[in-house]
């Protein structure tokens, strides 16, 4: 039994949900199978708790595992339970949360559970892009019960009991619980990247409460827009001092400093994060060169350059903000990409997944660039030409091909190894360069940014020009999907 059957599935609904909204379907469902003796048990619910509820007033499906039933593993007519409750969803628009605590695959029932694992990712892969997805694990969520959590489109994960693995930590070869426990929540959504939130039980739920009223019902419905309480001509002072960690600029610029970072421990130099403009949720992705804690220390540091990690991370956040209509903006810093073998290794594939998702979304791209943009890395955040719809600055940026003094040493090597005065002719060209290559009223004069706008006015600009996107449509040539 799960370490965490002390909170009964029955209670992680409730807690979930608005109080006395939930209404249950399939309670008297028990386990067909009387293989092994199973029959003679007791399985009620057969270890599922289903049915609907709201929250905040918003429709939503859930599904809650109980432990206490064949710990909570997944048979024949559990599964039933979880695809009926899609088929549900998927007619009425609304998102699906599974609260997972189980002990995976009920070896009982054998190819039936198999088969019920199937069914489960079969509705899961459909309902894709459709509905919402969110994944919570309490307890136990192993073998092909984490490709449950992996098909869903968010995944919060308890930070002490929950444990998310495909092969326990101990079948790993030269690993152990002991030495790197690779199911916990820190290896999963530091290391790993599969978890998007971690947090106490409490934090969970309260988690899931928060997305789920912010994100849209369906991918026809509008984003949640609620009313917005902040000034949207409130300027946003000393903004300029957050250009290395965006997650501050976000607060500055954001409806009464509204910020919910999405896989935050996973590639924190790449910063994903909803936030609410004029009430609207909106998508952002932004590079990031520090982290601050709540007393101003610095508690880490990064270049400015784009990774393999950051890139997978941010086309993942673009993909879902695409597929369901919510805005993207993006704050640009990047001189160009880190120089690692795990760079070597993956980067151009990763990075073409986030050119890709950038130039695939339809829905309304605005970029800022807050600092440097230059060489490719920049054309891949959100750039003009891969299909921004509207590109500000602010008038300390810089825009090139890249840094004025390496391409000067570039460009006049000859004059430069001929010269007598070596410095004075690099910092002539470095200056000239600058002028006419690197300064963001070259790119601006060229048609690439659209406007210089004050730091102060920042949040009036992005508020403006979401609107005036508010009604963009887009066609794109006629295909099935893309292969990047």
């Given at each position: 039994m799960s370490t965490t059957a002390k909170v009964t599935a029955r209670q992680r609904i409730e807690n979930l949900l608005d109080d006395n909204s939930f209404v249950e379907i399939g309670a008297y469902v028990k386990a067909r199978s009387t293989d092994f003796n199973i029959k003679a048990q007791d399985t009620p619910s057969d270890g599922v708790i289903t049915?609907?509820?709201?929250?905040?007033?918003?429709?939503?499906?859930?599904?809650?595992?109980d432990s206490s039933v064949l710990g909570g593993s997944v048979g024949e007519m559990h599964a039933k339970k979880i695809t009926n409750l899609y088929d549900l969803a998927m007619k009425t628009g609304s998102p699906v949360v599974g609260l997972i605590d189980s002990t995976g695959l009920r070896l009982q029932e054998s190819v039936d559970g198999l088969n019920a694992f199937g069914e489960i990712y079969?509705?899961?892969?459909?309902?894709?892009?459709?509905?919402?997805?969110?994944?919570?694990?309490f307890g136990n969520c192993g073998g092909g019960l984490s490709v449950v959590a992996r098909l869903s489109d968010f995944t919060f994960m308890e930070s002490k009991n929950a444990q998310l693995f495909v092969n326990s930590?101990?079948?790993?070869?030269?690993?152990?619980?002991?030495?790197?426990?690779?199911?916990?929540?820190?290896?999963?959504?530091?290391?790993?990247?599969?978890?998007?939130?971690?947090?106490?039980?409490?934090?969970v739920i309260a988690g899931v409460r928060e997305l789920v009223s912010i994100l849209p019902s369906n991918n026809e419905d509008e984003a949640a827009d609620?009313?917005?309480?902040?000034?949207?001509?409130?300027?946003?002072?000393?903004?300029?001092?957050?250009?290395?960690?965006?997650?501050l600029a976000l607060e500055n610029l954001s409806d009464n400093s509204f910020v919910v970072e999405v896989k935050k421990d996973y590639a924190p130099e790449m910063l994903t994060a909803f936030i609410k403009l004029n009430g609207a949720t909106i998508g952002a992705v932004a590079n990031r060169t520090k982290i601050y804690d709540d007393d101003m220390n610095v508690t880490e540091e990064f270049e400015a350059k784009l990774t393999a990690k950051g890139c997978d991370k941010a086309a993942e956040f673009i993909n879902f903000c695409d597929a369901f209509n919510i805005p993207v903006l993006t704050l640009t810093n990047v001189e160009g990409y880190t120089t690692t073998m795990c760079q070597e290794k993956n980067g151009a594939k990763a990075t073409a997944k986030l050119v890709y998702a950038f130039?695939?979304?339809?829905?309304?791209?605005?970029?800022?660039?807050?600092?440097?943009?230059v060489g490719s890395a920049y054309v891949t955040m959100n750039s003009k030409a891969t299909?921004?719809?509207?590109?500000?600055?602010?008038?300390?940026?810089?825009v090139g091909m890249m840094e004025a003094k390496s391409a000067v040493e570039i460009m006049y090597a000859d004059e430069i190894n001929a010269g007598e005065d070596v410095n004075a002719v690099i910092e002539e060209k470095i200056s000239e360069y600058q002028a006419l290559q690197g300064n963001v009223m070259a790119a601006a004069a060229r048609g690439y940014i659209d406007s210089i706008v004050a730091p102060v006015d920042t949040r009036k600009y992005l508020i403006g020009a979401f609107e005036m996107l508010y009604t963009k449509f887009e066609e794109r040539p006629g295909k099935k999907h893309g292969t990047v």
């Open positions: 049915g609907y509820g709201v929250i905040n007033g918003k429709l939503v499906y859930v599904y809650s595992q079969l509705k899961q892969s459909l309902a894709s892009g459709v509905i919402p997805q969110i994944t919570a694990i930590p101990n079948a790993v070869n030269e690993n152990n619980k002991e030495l790197c426990d690779s199911a916990s929540a820190q290896f999963q959504s530091t290391t790993a990247g599969n978890v998007d939130f971690t947090g106490s039980e409490t934090e609620l009313e917005c309480t902040d000034d949207l001509n409130r300027g946003t002072e000393g903004i300029e001092n957050c250009g290395e960690d965006t997650k130039a695939n979304a339809t829905v309304p791209k605005v970029n800022l660039i807050i600092g440097n943009a299909g921004a719809d509207v590109v500000y600055a602010w008038p300390t940026a810089k």
